[in-house]
């Protein structure tokens, strides 16, 4: 029997991406995260909105422990690039990506959800970084990615302390955009992702590509940067056309 750890659908331009490990709240394991991979990579050609969900009561308990292996040094850090890889691919791969979160998001599931560009949370999501508590360190890319969005002050504080933020906690925070009611989470991210999907693409891919590189430059590099990628989005075919058609409603007036 083939063992199914991440469960894919194509349906109006919008890819789903569901980590199906509920028993296991979704934990992951190198297993599940070469399928995660292998899904990413297998992105249907015109994919405009990726969502990212996790079956069951939880989206994503972090790293499954019950299969943490001893490594030495050198094996430590590839397995941490590894995971760098992968969740680079959902930040920088082009295409707007959407996390719908309930339940557990600790730890690699906090560094997963934070490599996405959009984030919905349910009322019973939890967020917590326990590594502190198991002796190890993180190596998903939380150290990067989380401290941007709530500080490096804390993110230590959660590692030392191992406390858990509630679903409103997290959002005062910016570790979700929107909270929505219990089950709604899909629903909203679905919602978003064909909003979204209206966008011009190459607008999309901008965004989506430019913005965090920019955050990691210094000021006038990042404004040259902002320059170019105006450059490239603005002269593009589809904006011109786009541009024109508001221009021409906007001077007929309102339609009755």
């Given at each position: 029997m083939i063992e199914t750890l991440v469960k894919s659908s194509f349906e109006d331009n919008i890819y789903s991406v569901i980590l199906a490990r509920p028993e296991k709240r979704n934990a992951v394991s190198d297993r599940l995260l070469a399928a995660l991979e292998a899904a990413l990579v297998a992105t249907p050609e015109g994919t405009r909105v990726i969502i990212l969900g996790g079956e069951g009561e939880h989206f994503c308990?972090?790293?499954d422990l019950s299969e943490h292996q001893h490594r030495e040094p050198f094996g430590v850090m590839l397995h941490s690039r590894g995971w760098h890889r992968i969740f680079d691919r959902?930040?920088?791969?082009?295409?707007?990506?959407i996390a719908a979160m309930q339940g557990a998001v600790i730890g690699g599931g906090l560094e997963l959800a934070t490599a996405t560009h959009v984030r919905v949370a349910e009322p019973n999501t939890i967020y917590q970084l326990p590594e502190g508590r198991h002796g190890i360190f993180v190596g998903g890319g939380a150290s990067v990615r989380v401290a941007k969005?709530?500080?490096?002050?804390r993110m230590c504080e959660m590692m030392l302390?191992?406390?858990?933020?509630k679903a409103e906690e997290g959002q005062a925070l910016g570790l979700s955009h929107y909270v929505v009611e219990a089950g709604q989470s899909m629903a909203k991210a679905r919602e978003l992702a064909y909003?979204?999907?209206e966008n011009a693409p190459m607008a999309n891919w901008a965004m989506v590509s430019a913005i965090s590189r920019i955050h990691n430059m210094a000021a006038d590099d990042g404004l040259f940067v902002?320059?170019?990628t105006a450059?490239?989005?603005?002269?593009s075919p589809e904006v011109v056309e786009r541009i024109g058609h508001f221009l021409n409603?906007?001077?007929k007036g309102p339609q009755l």
């Open positions: 308990a972090g790293l959902i930040e920088n791969g082009g295409i707007p990506v969005i709530i500080g490096p002050g302390t191992g406390r858990i933020l909003r979204i999907a902002e320059s170019l450059a490239l989005t603005q002269t409603r906007k001077s």
